[in-house]
């Protein structure tokens, strides 16, 4: 009976390897959303670009579109945005959500780094990305062309997110 307590510890970390093991494989920026298949909250939130002008749920149906969250103050935005001016120039149609921000500091963002945004929502207060779920920018939805949600990704959007998850759901 002694010698079977010498295998506890072989035990224990046996148990601990495999919790990592499955801690690995996951994927750190799968976070689920409860909007899947549901539509855009509905909203009334000022146009950045034309800041008299308030954009609503139903002037985004038509098309499917990526409605990507970013902000001046967020770093991961910068390395990300690049690449949203290559989709952009592909056709992929994408509504910015400016999320927490000073309209002001957007435009000279814009201004400085040019512009892949079709329109431009303001949500200084975080309402709008309050109610999608928003954890932090940049976070990027793809809406398909009767206001539903189909995708959430948490993170900056890069050819590999692009072509490996986004585009295929885009495409449908």
């Excluded at 989709?87 to 000279?108: C, M, P, R, S, T």
């Excluded at 009767?146 to 990704?153: F, L, T, V």
Aim: glycine share 6%; net charge negative; aromatic share 12%.
């Amino acid at each position: 009976m002694n010698r079977l307590k010498l295998f506890i510890p072989l035990f224990i970390f046996a148990v601990l390897a495999a919790f990592l093991w499955k801690g690995l494989s996951l994927d750190p920026n799968y976070l689920p959303s409860a909007l899947i298949d549901k539509p855009v909250p509905a909203f009334e939130l000022p146009n950045l670009r034309e800041p008299d002008q308030l954009v609503k749920t139903e002037e985004l149906l038509g098309e499917p579109y990526l409605l990507n969250v970013w902000a001046t103050w967020c770093p991961s935005c910068r390395v990300e945005h690049p690449y949203l001016l290559q989709l952009a120039e592909q056709g992929v149609k994408i509504v910015g959500l400016n999320y927490k921000d000073e309209d002001e500091a957007a435009k000279e963002w814009l201004k400085h780094f040019k512009d892949p945004y079709s329109l431009i929502i303001a949500d200084r207060e975080g309402r709008l990305g309050l109610d999608l779920g928003v954890y932090g920018a940049p976070e990027t939805f793809i809406v398909d062309a009767q206001g539903i949600i189909r995708y959430k990704h948490v993170g900056v959007v890069d050819e590999r997110v692009w072509r490996s998850t986004l585009a295929p759901i885009y495409n449908k």
